[in-house]
């Protein structure tokens, strides 16, 4: 039992000592990294940092040095980074500003696209009426209109035909029933004239005699 314990002690000991030497490892690797003439700007001013000494003034006061040069160096990275954000900022506007006009220009179309879309559709739902646009749905109720009064007016001059053709053959029927009687009367009117001329030459003939 003992002999586990002091077995868990010296593990947790190793454990520890190798969690501060990766620690430290990182750290130094960390330090290594940072440089003036590369990486980050944060990581340029974090090596300021790190290669700041400490010193004492007279008044006893802690005061941090820092080389001229480095700082002129950091300066000129600084204004490079500086220009070239502010270069990108430029590009980004005038990217922005083209996507705003295309945006328009799509506005536009689309718009257009939309008008010639309408008038299709309206030429599509419409037709032409005497000069008029007007729906399908009336057209369509204007011209079974039409026909059905082309068609009642034909059915009704059949029907005022039928009923003058029957009215014409009444009328040669009756014609014909006139010309006949008047046949018979001419024809009677006739023997009654040849029968009064033989007496009347009778009585002629009678009174020479």
């Known amino acids: 039992m003992k002999f586990l314990s002091k077995a868990a002690v010296i ?14 490892n990182q ?19 974090e090596y300021i940092f790190r290669k700041s000494g400490n010193f004492k003034g007279t ?3 802690k005061y941090e040095a820092v080389k001229f040069s480095s700082l002129l160096t950091l ?10 954000t502010y270069a990108s900022l430029a590009n980004s506007k005038k990217t922005v500003e083209n996507q705003a006009k295309q945006i328009e220009e799509l506005k536009a179309k689309l718009t257009n696209t939309q008008s010639t879309l309408d008038t299709t559709n309206d030429e599509k739902n419409n037709m032409a009426l005497l000069g008029m646009q007007t729906s399908k749905t009336n057209y369509n109720v204007i011209m079974w209109s039409i026909v059905a009064a082309l068609l009642a007016f034909l059915l009704f ?9 029957s009215s014409t053959r009444q009328a040669k029927l009756k014609l014909e029933e006139v010309e006949t009687e008047f046949e018979d009367h001419r024809r009677t009117a006739l023997e009654r004239e040849q029968k009064v001329r033989r007496q009347l030459q009778d009585e002629i003939n009678k009174n020479k005699a």
């Open 11 to 24: 593990l947790v000991v190793t454990f520890l000592s190798l969690q501060t030497l990766t620690a430290q």
């Open 157 to 165: 001059f059949i029907y005022k035909f039928k009923g003058s053709n």
């Open 59 to 61: 008044n006893g006061q």
């Open 75 to 84: 300066k000129a990275h600084v204004l490079d980074s500086l220009k070239t």
């Open 27 to 45: 750290k130094a690797d960390a330090e290594d990294q940072l440089s003036l003439n590369s990486g980050t700007i944060d990581n340029q001013f």
